[in-house]
């Protein structure tokens, strides 16, 4: 496929090269997450990398520049994230998650912990049959970020539920919502006299 420069845009990285795969450098960089996970769905749902951006509310071209590293994806809008949560059909925190916005260390009260978990989730996968193959050479020399992206996208894939498995997230997220709630009514204090 050749790629052609017309009027200041790309033509012809579309639908080929541009998306197909994420090399090394790709992956290395903070977000990498979100791309590989949004360009995997835009694939499963036969859509064009150009239609992915009109539905994020962004140009092919921010895309573009998102994959190569020329923007950075953490840097994303709140806007493009509840876009790419609505294409996805994932709450928006886990979009700010593979963007690189919060990290996973922010959910564990200790970095080792965490390290643990995602190099146990690695191993998991890395035990099946059906998804070991994808696993890049040298993954254990990976960032913890990029390991704990690609458990994510195994996660999506199979519906498993590696990361925070011991966790009751119902319940943490009750007690948020409790401590945030404001009572709204005024109180009546009755003085005795």
Not at 43 to 49: D, W, Y
Not at 64 to 84: H, M, N
Not at 99 to 118: N, P, T, V, W
Request: include cysteine; charged fraction near 25%.
């Amino acid at each position: 496929m050749s790629i052609v420069k017309v009027k200041g845009k790309l033509k012809g990285l579309d639908t080929c090269e541009m998306w197909r795969g994420f090399g090394a450098e790709d992956l290395a960089r903070p977000g990498a997450a979100l791309l590989v996970w949004i360009s995997r769905i835009a694939a499963s749902r036969g859509h064009k990398m150009t239609e992915v951006a009109s539905a994020l509310g962004v140009t092919y071209g921010y895309l573009v520049q998102l994959k190569r590293g020329i923007r950075e994806t953490p840097r994303i809008s709140s806007e493009v994230v509840e876009a790419a949560a609505e294409y996805l059909a994932f709450p928006p925190i886990l979009v700010k998650l593979a963007a690189g916005q919060i990290a996973l260390k922010d959910f564990y009260s200790s970095r080792d912990r965490m390290a643990d978990d995602i190099d146990a989730a690695i191993a998991h996968i890395a035990a099946d049959p059906d998804f070991s193959f994808l696993l890049p050479p040298g993954v254990d020399g990976l960032s913890q970020d990029v390991k704990a992206s690609l458990v994510m996208l195994y996660q999506d894939a199979t519906g498993r539920n590696l990361l925070f498995r011991k966790r009751d997230w119902t319940r943490i997220l009750e007690m948020i919502r409790q401590m945030l709630e404001v009572e709204l009514r005024p109180t009546v204090v009755r003085r005795s006299r």
